[in-house]
């Protein structure tokens, strides 16, 4: 199957796509290659370009618009840290596995984290217009569906404890979404960073 119909069968149909998905074979580099990397490049790529040629306008300020070595910096170090979190991601679920009913297994784990974060990342590609962030990231919480939906079919977890076993990945999820940016702070990629060299036009 294509990355674009996956990408489009999980988002419009998740409860009929998983099935499929639980059965296919599937590696972790076969996952990177082939979905993980491409699609994490979208919101990246569309942030970029947004903050760059359009920026965002403020009223009474103008438009703002980063330095082009801040947007960059900041571009490579959020996409190689979102591809670490998708795997960190499915270690969590593996780990948690037992506790909800379900088997652990790592290549199960990493399908349901890679494809659930697939709302997010179609849906990034409204980043490439800054003030259309905030919508990007409201329907990106359909991402939990997502998740709630793919969990007790690939990990085998009743599905009595299906929404349990989603909360609990859920704040796990939250807290590596807090490292990351924490992370990126810290190596000066942060928005402070990228204000700093902002200057109205």
Known sequence: MSLIDRA?????????????IDTEPATVAGLYTGYIIPLSAIPVIA???GWSVFGL???FLGTIRPAIGSLVGNAVVRYVLGLIAVYVLALII???APSFGGTKST?????VSAYSYTAAWVFGI???IPALAIVAGLLSLYCLYLLYTGLPVLMKSPPE???GYTVVVII???ILFIVVGVVVNALGFGVGAMGAGALPH
Do not use: F
């Open 8 to 20: 489009k069968n999980i988002i419009m149909r998740p409860k009929q796509e998983w099935p499929v």
């Open 47 to 49: 942030s970029l370009i």
């Open 57 to 59: 306008s403020i009223p």
């Open 94 to 96: 593996d780990a948690l």
């Open 107 to 111: 290549i199960q784990a990493l399908k």
């Open 126 to 128: 409204l980043a490439i």
């Open 161 to 163: 404890k299906a929404l």
């Open 172 to 174: 796990a999820a939250i």
